[in-house]
């Protein structure tokens, strides 16, 4: 028995809450995977592949947490040169899903690079933190190496999957800011990032015009089809690079739109996500209608990916939906705690980095639930279901484990006070 339990070591906090957020996953994909078996016409099996990923990132966590944390800075060249070479792969030649070619396969496994690039951008950001670091906070240097390695995973990010450029792009100006670097180089980045903004924005909303303006556009330099949307939206499908601007706009469009809508005239096929979603929320009150008895579910597109929230919400009320805000935030101020014990810098900028990329995202999927954002692909963290983020976020939370279990512990005061 002894041995058993000598698998979870390291924080028994955050192994508490890794046990909350795979019970609440496994009840409430299965909830809302109805539409997953109505298709099949098989019960079990959307839940038994769902639990399948939790019990193989479960045993990754395991044997990730025995490695000892300095370790880690071994696989960062290899990991930058596998995040550099699949995101051109998946570019190029990746395999499409709703619109986006984000997944490559390598002998019939199927992932998405830029769940990789993620974290090997953190663990990159983390040692360059660390060696630069000295009295006064980081090196001028600091500031190059990490734009000249992470803007290039942003930009083959960015094409395909908008949404994760941007997290990705906000953890690193979090980890700069935590790590010191000089805040006039933060503010020229600001600053090159919003002239770079406003000029995306002229692109993607093409100066004005409309989606019917640009389709009877025969001189454009991109071929345009006409496609449907996963939330049933039609849309002027642009090939190219660019060929994602159309659903960008659409949704932020969208998001930004204050006009009163009868409900009699709703076009249900462009906004069935947000309205569904907010239905949902709408339903569930102080307490929901429990586990299992959600409505919405069966109209929710992606209810149990990206829109699980929603879900939550119905079925467990005001109540559960805030239990898994702070859940979130537990994880957060767990990290920040692991990190302010750790006498190098290099694992307290790692378990900082992990745990703001995982609550960061986290935070972006329920403000998108509840229409405080547009509308975007990223998955709840730990619980919507997935494949390669399930794995590849329970690997996050076994890096963290590793630095509270390896890494070298600063001494207290009262330690210091022993030892003189």
């Given at each position: 028995m002894t041995k058993i339990f000598n698998i979870f070591k390291g924080d028994k906090c955050i192994w508490i809450l890794f046990l909350f957020f795979c019970i609440i996953s496994i009840v409430e994909v299965y909830s809302a995977s109805s539409?997953?078996?109505?298709?099949?016409?098989?019960?079990?099996?959307?839940?038994?592949?769902?639990?399948?990923?939790?019990?193989?990132?479960?045993?990754?966590?395991?044997?990730?947490?025995?490695?000892?944390?300095?370790?880690?800075?071994?696989?960062?060249?290899?990991?930058?040169?596998?995040?550099?070479?699949?995101?051109i792969v998946a570019l190029l030649n990746g395999e499409s899903t709703n619109g986006a070619q984000r997944w490559v396969s390598i002998l019939g496994i199927q992932f998405q690079p830029s769940e990789i690039a993620k974290g090997t951008a953190v663990l990159t950001i983390a040692q360059i933190l660390s060696f630069t670091q000295t009295e006064l906070g980081a090196d001028k240097r600091a500031f190059s190496y990490i734009l000249w390695v992470c803007l290039p995973l942003i930009v083959l990010i960015f094409f395909e999957n908008f949404s994760t450029a941007a997290l990705l792009f906000i953890v690193m100006l979090m980890m700069m800011i935590i790590g010191r670097i000089p805040k006039k180089y933060i503010?020229?980045?600001?600053?090159?990032?919003?002239?770079?903004?406003?000029?995306?924005?002229?692109?993607?909303?093409?100066?004005?015009?409309?989606?019917?303006?640009?389709a009877s556009n025969n001189s454009s330099v991109h071929t345009e089809t006409t496609v449907a949307q996963e939330d049933g939206s039609s849309l002027i499908k642009r090939h190219g690079l660019l060929h994602r601007c159309d659903t960008w706009k659409n949704r932020i469009t969208s998001f930004l739109s204050s006009d009163e809508i009868d409900y009699k005239n709703y076009d249900w096929d462009k906004n069935g996500q947000k309205a569904h979603a907010k239905i949902a929320i709408a339903t569930g009150g102080l307490t929901g209608t429990l586990p299992g008895n959600s409505v919405e579910r069966d109209w929710l597109p992606q209810a149990f990916a990206d829109f699980i929230y929603a879900i939550i919400i119905e079925e467990m009320g005001l109540f559960g939906a805030l239990v898994v805000v702070i859940m979130y935030i537990i994880l957060l101020f767990r990290v920040a705690k692991i990190a302010n014990k750790c006498e190098r810098n290099f694992p307290a900028f790692l378990v900082l980095g992990l745990g703001l990329l995982i609550c960061t995202q986290a935070f972006f999927n329920m403000c998108v639930t509840v229409g405080l954002a547009p509308i975007t692909g990223q998955p709840l963290p730990l619980i919507s279901k997935g494949g390669t983020s399930t794995i590849i976020n329970c690997i996050y939370l076994g890096m963290i484990l590793s630095v509270s279990h390896t890494a070298k512990k600063r001494k207290t005061e009262s330690e210091i006070v022993k030892d003189l």
């Open positions: 539409i997953l078996t109505y298709k099949t016409e098989d019960y079990a099996n959307p839940i038994l592949k769902h639990a399948g990923m939790l019990v193989i990132g479960f045993f990754a966590m395991v044997m990730v947490l025995h490695i000892p944390c300095s370790k880690f800075k071994i696989l960062i060249p290899f990991l930058l040169i596998f995040s550099f070479i699949f995101l503010l020229r980045l600001l600053l090159w990032v919003g002239i770079i903004g406003a000029i995306s924005v002229l692109i993607v909303f093409g100066v004005g015009k409309t989606d019917k303006q640009l």
